[in-house]
């Protein structure tokens, strides 16, 4: 039995959060070009494997020769169920997570930051590691929050 294809649909509360969050920690985030970002909601429910834990989202870089043609350079992709159940504050901090995925200097495209400690130590520090199912995260755009 063929398998059906999910659709995707642009997430504009994602791509809205970003840019506000760009603006508002611009010490933070000034190197990323928020524009050549495009998070998408899948319709199609995310399969979770016994014993793993990963994050809900994914970051994808466009690579080469698809860049030629395209307008961004990094997509994420959330399943549109798991988008739908976070809180205000807890889609700001998803998206301030996503946000340090995107690596930062001149030869960036086509590349993404590896989930480690290295790229997002601060968000560890800053909003805790499983800052999803933490009710008492600070709501990033109505808080000074300082990055640590």
Not at 86 to 112: F, Q
Request: aromatic fraction near 8%.
């Amino acid at each position: 039995m063929p398998q059906e294809k999910p659709n995707y649909i642009v997430n504009d509360e994602f791509n809205g959060m970003a840019i506000k969050l760009v603006e508002k920690y611009v010490e933070k985030f000034s190197s990323i070009e928020i524009d050549r970002v495009c998070c998408v909601n899948v319709d199609k429910a995310r399969k979770e494997k016994e014993g793993v834990v990963e994050r809900i989202w994914k970051l994808k870089a466009v690579k080469m020769p698809e860049a030629m043609h395209n307008p961004y350079g990094w997509y994420v992709i959330i399943a549109e169920s798991d988008w739908e159940q976070l809180s205000e504050k807890h889609k700001l901090a998803l998206v301030a997570d996503v946000l340090h995925g995107l690596p930062n200097g001149v030869d960036n495209e086509g590349k993404v930051n590896p989930c480690d400690t290295k790229g997002y130590l601060s968000v560890f520090r800053t909003i805790g590691i499983n800052y999803l199912d933490d009710p008492d995260i600070p709501h990033l755009l109505q808080e000074d929050v300082v990055w640590k």
